[in-house]
């Protein structure tokens, strides 16, 4: 008996609230080294997630895991609604795609033989009306008929995304996409992820740019083996850094110590050249309005004043930085 | 589990296409069979009727059989490592094709155009010893039944055995260069046999003949199935065996 319109309505609904990749305790051994160990998550359908970490973390081995290419040594995952399991290899790796670091082009076959070939994989129907459409979706539509040997790296890379949009995955796992590009390539392929956000498609970037996750990502994960943080940048910024001002004076101040000190919500202060400081507050819209007072009343030439930005980078180098230190 | 017959498909006609825009691969694989008519074109156009024995046309007709040995062999060892070390296996591992379909669809790949030029060239060679050798020595060579039977019948056997060792050491070898070095052994037996032919250790016979044919079926059956047990995703993508959790 098949489903009424309304009952396939109130699936879709159903899944659409459960997350599109659910990862608990994942733990991936290769003998005695650990790629990565106790790995936690959640992505939500529609998300751009960024996973990032320095080389080595685990990034990679992560998404292969997920994607049924190797198998965890511990832990579970639901991947599309699958669990992660060697029987359910096939059905998780019909509904996710994944491009990986290099996009592992056939060089002799044309950008179309190419995408046929995979259309073909994934037993799609109507392969030439997907095929136009993915490489619309990456203006590569005139493109089509070159053979792949002769694309740029750049032009590869959105060849190698045309494949992983082929199947209209559930998620589509971009491993380092623009590693190797050139600034001009590197922000093409942005654009193509944010157009693919538009769209609602779930996205897993693996980066080390951190700019690249900061601009892209609406949550990101670092990793170092183990999972170090999770949230939305300015989450993270939050979590791990105080709020602070930032004040630019025409001439350094003779006594900023009695200055600063005595403000309430003030916590320190420092100066790493004249004319700069940094004050470390509580909360930055409090703190503002009393320290300008203050500027004002001892006479300063007062030529900036504004809340302290801390960005991704300062985030994950503060993260990594701990590790090292822990290691030592 | 069910094998999907247009997954194998896909990696058949893939595999067609890129050996079409390698002229070195079509060059080797046209070249190769045309050295294996030397010897026999020789035996059958300088021999008299009254020197030539049997045996001399039962050995050249039985050199012939080790092109479709020679020719997958280097194709079958490229076949895994190749896509290894071009960076395309990975992302074809990303789909749902599973190991059995890979390994047909490229053993498919490989023996078709084997098969297409190993039976073109037996005909051919027949053809021209038909219609221009001395009827005498034509009649000697058309008289070797049991050899022309193993002709045929051999040919996607021995076919298939030179493919499954071709794909088996390309499953496990890191190199493509060391692959297909490795993958020519497939072609040792086979000239084994011949060789014991020639000299008259094994009579070439009907019963001979099929009994041979039976074991290599069996034989390409069962190998088959152990190189798709070989092929191991984890290790293909990081150098490291699965090991169960």
Redesign the interface.
């Known amino acids: 008996m098949s489903a009424t319109v309304g009952e396939v309505e109130a699936e879709a609904t159903v899944a659409d609230r459960e997350p599109a990749l659910v990862v608990n305790q994942l733990t991936k051994r290769?003998?005695e080294r650990t790629a990565f160990s106790d790995v936690s998550f959640e992505v939500a359908h529609g998300e751009v997630f960024g996973f990032l970490g320095p080389n080595g973390a685990g990034k990679t081995?992560t998404v292969?895991t997920l994607?049924?290419?190797?198998?965890?040594?511990?832990g579970s995952a639901i991947v599309a609604g699958i669990p992660l399991s060697p029987a359910n290899g096939?059905?998780i790796?019909?509904r996710?795609?994944?491009?990986?670091e290099?996009?592992?082009?056939?060089?002799?076959?044309t950008v179309t033989?190419n995408l046929e070939?995979?259309a073909?994989?994934?037993?799609l129907r109507q392969p030439a009306q997907r095929i136009a459409s993915a490489l619309a979706a990456v203006n590569l539509g005139d493109r089509a008929g070159d053979l792949c040997g002769g694309l740029s790296k750049g032009l590869r890379q959105r060849v190698?995304l045309a494949?992983t949009l082929l199947s209209d995955p559930v998620i589509m796992f971009l491993d380092e996409p623009t590693s190797g590009l050139d600034p001009v390539a590197a922000r093409e392929v942005h654009n193509l992820i944010n157009q693919l956000r538009e769209r609602g498609v779930t996205i897993f970037l693996t980066t080390h740019r951190l700019e690249e996750a900061e601009k892209l990502c609406d949550r990101v994960a670092i990793l170092n083996t183990t999972l170090r943080s999770i949230g939305r940048p300015e989450e993270l910024r939050e979590r791990l850094f105080k709020g602070g001002l930032t004040i630019k004076t025409r001439v350094p101040l003779s006594d900023p110590e009695q200055l600063f000190s005595p403000i309430p919500g003030v916590d320190a202060w420092s100066s790493e050249r004249p004319g700069f400081y940094l004050l470390s507050v509580s909360d930055p819209e409090v703190a503002a309005p009393e320290v300008t007072r203050r500027l004002v009343g001892a006479g300063a030439d007062v030529l900036a004043i504004g809340e302290a930005r801390h960005s991704l980078e300062d985030v994950y180098l503060e993260l990594i930085d701990e590790d090292v230190e822990a290691q030592r | 589990m069910a094998l999907n017959a247009a997954r194998v498909g896909a990696v058949v006609r893939k595999e067609l296409r890129d050996y079409r825009r390698k002229r070195s691969i079509v060059a080797t694989m046209v070249i190769l069979p045309a050295v294996f008519l030397i010897q026999p074109s020789l035996a059958v156009f300088l021999s008299s009727p009254s020197t030539a024995t049997a045996q001399t046309f039962r050995v050249s007709l039985l050199l012939l059989l080790l092109i479709p040995v020679i020719t997958p062999s280097t194709l079958a060892a490229y076949a895994v490592v190749g896509e290894r070390e071009q960076g395309t296996l990975e992302p074809l591992l990303t789909t749902p094709l599973r190991r059995q379909e890979f390994i047909l669809g490229k053993a498919a790949a490989v023996m078709i155009p084997t098969l297409a030029l190993s039976y073109a060239v037996f005909g051919l060679f027949l053809g021209v010893v038909r219609v221009f050798a001395n009827p005498t020595i034509a009649s000697d060579v058309f008289h070797q039944g049991p050899i022309l039977l193993a002709l045929f019948l051999f040919t996607p056997l021995l076919a298939g055995w030179a493919i499954v060792v071709g794909l088996a050491v390309s499953v496990r070898a890191s190199e493509v260069r060391v692959a297909q070095q490795l993958g020519m052994l497939a072609s040792l037996p086979t000239l084994g046999v011949v060789i014991l032919m020639g000299v008259g250790v094994i009579t070439p016979t009907f019963t001979v003949a099929a009994a041979f044919a039976a074991g290599l079926l069996v034989i390409d059956v069962r190998a088959s199935r152990i190189v798709s047990r070989m092929f191991d995703r984890e290790r293909l993508i990081t150098g490291a065996k699965a090991v169960e959790p």
């Open positions: 290769f003998g081995t292969r994607g049924t290419l190797i198998a965890p040594t511990s096939v059905e790796r019909q996710i795609s994944i491009m990986p290099s996009p592992g082009l056939y060089l002799r076959l033989e070939y995979f073909g994989l994934y037993g190698g494949r």
